[in-house]
């Protein structure tokens, strides 16, 4: 298997670096990429959508379609993990270990383990991990929210920095997941549950799909924003502008939850007791 | 000689991106653990990802952020095209790396979901419990 393998990866390489011969020099100004729908963008863009951002633009206006259905195939990879790993029976729960907060002396609770006891001075501990690490911890705790601020900075300051809904997004979801980490999966279900999260997915996909039908009752194309502007105010362009940010909005939020929902479930085994 | 020397220095980018993409795929061709196909499927993407970066370099041009200063001096100004890199493989790749990490998830789970089953991850041990059946 190997040395077939190797031959047919050797001769597509071999084919490929034949063929990059005839390609256009790095950084060339004149190479065909740079000639049909780039320029036009580059030049029109801000004058016609209000961010000086082009790749925003692009992202949100001039190839809207596009990223609505990129985001929905997010949101789709998030349902399948979801499917695939979910179940609710608790059949390896054998028992429970919890730890005193003050003393540190654990328990091992190995009855009634249907409804587990909820007590103020325990906290449970998972069965292979552990973390306990007090640096880790408040040095996670003073992180995090600002990982979160700097987060939510992405997604509005789109328009006129490197930045936007996908970034912003993901940069928002590694917070709540650094959070699983450095404690545990139920902290952090504590901050986002499951319900929380399951439901901002599709508001995310919602927001942006919501957008493009309110064009179309505006009497416009699907998600053409200059149609919003009797509903936002102020001209076209604004609104343009302004349709952009609630998509990237939306983008932001499913992105998110799709995120946590996949890292809540591969780490958990679908089982969302205990995380790595 | 420098004929020679100028078509490296102009396509030795390309070399490198081919180069990791056969890496990405012999992994996912010729190794037996389904972790390592994922980790090549993943080079594969990273490959394909700089590839499309490095198309929308241009020569002394700058990220494509038009130059805008507060009012309306900044925004009459004619935008130089030939000044700004070309933003449209930035935005394609800017989804693409979105949806690898969504592929990387579903893949996982898969895995997750094989090795509950077979209790192994390693491909033909797998086929040979199918087999047994």
Redesign the interface.
């Known amino acids: ?2 040395i077939p ?2 031959m ?3 001769l ?2 071999g084919l ?2 034949y063929a ?2 005839d ?1 256009p ?5 004149s ?1 065909p ?2 000639q049909h ?3 036009y ?3 029109n ?3 016609q959508t209000g961010a ?4 925003t633009a ?2 949100a206006d001039y ?1 809207g379609y ?2 609505m259905f ?1 985001t929905a ?2 949101f789709s ?2 349902v ?2 979801f499917l ?2 979910r179940v609710s029976q608790r059949e390896d729960r054998r028992e429970l270990t919890y730890r005193h907060r003050i003393v540190g002396m654990t328990i091992r609770v190995t009855a009634g383990l249907d409804s587990p006891p909820v007590l103020e001075e325990f906290e449970r501990l998972d069965r292979h991990w552990t973390p306990q690490d007090l640096i880790i911890r408040n040095g996670c705790r003073l992180l995090i929210p600002f990982i979160q601020l700097f987060a939510l900075y992405v997604i509005a300051h789109g328009h ?3 930045g ?1 809904g ?2 912003g997004g ?1 940069i928002l979801g590694a917070s709540f997941i650094l959070l699983a980490i450095s404690f545990d999966l139920r902290t952090a279900l504590e901050r986002m549950q499951e319900k929380v999260h399951g439901i901002l997915g599709p508001v995310g996909v919602l927001i942006y799909a919501g957008t493009g039908a309110l064009c179309l009752l505006l009497g416009s194309n699907f998600l053409d924003y200059g149609a919003l502007a009797p509903l936002i105010g102020g001209d076209k362009v604004m609104a343009r502008s302004h349709g952009i940010l609630i998509v990237e909005i939306g983008v932001g939020i499913g ?1 998110m939850a ?2 946590i929902w ?2 809540n ?2 780490s958990s ?2 089982r969302y007791e205990e995380g790595l | 000689m420098s004929d020679l020397i100028s ?1 490296i ?3 030795y ?3 490198i991106y ?2 990791l ?2 890496i990405g ?2 992994a996912m ?2 190794k037996n653990n389904l972790v390592k196909k994922i980790i090549g499927m993943n080079v594969f993407q990273t490959a394909i990802i700089l590839f499309y970066v ?8 700058t ?6 200063g507060h009012g309306d001096a900044g ?1 009459s100004s ?5 000044d ?1 890199i ?6 394609l790749m ?2 693409a ?3 690898s ?3 990387l ?2 893949a ?3 895995g ?2 094989l090795y ?1 089953r077979y209790e192994t991850l390693e491909e033909d041990e797998i086929l040979a419990r199918l087999r047994e059946k």
């Open positions: 298997m190997k393998a190797l047919v990866v050797l597509t390489g490929l670096i990059a011969g390609f020099q790095w950084a060339d100004p190479a990429a740079h729908v780039s320029p963008y580059l030049e863009g801000a004058a000086p951002n082009i790749v692009v992202l190839r596009d990223t990129e195939v997010i990879a998030g399948v993990c695939l790993l006129h920095s490197p936007g996908f970034q993901v992105v799709t995120m996949i890292y479930n591969v085994r679908g | 078509g220095t102009a396509h980018n390309y070399w081919v180069i993409m056969m795929l012999y061709i010729a490095s198309i929308g370099a241009k020569k002394g041009a990220i494509p952020i038009i130059h805008h925004a004619i935008v130089q095209a030939m700004y070309n933003p449209l493989p930035h935005v800017l989804t790396i979105v949806v990490v969504s592929t998830g579903v996982l789970a898969l997750i979901r509950d």
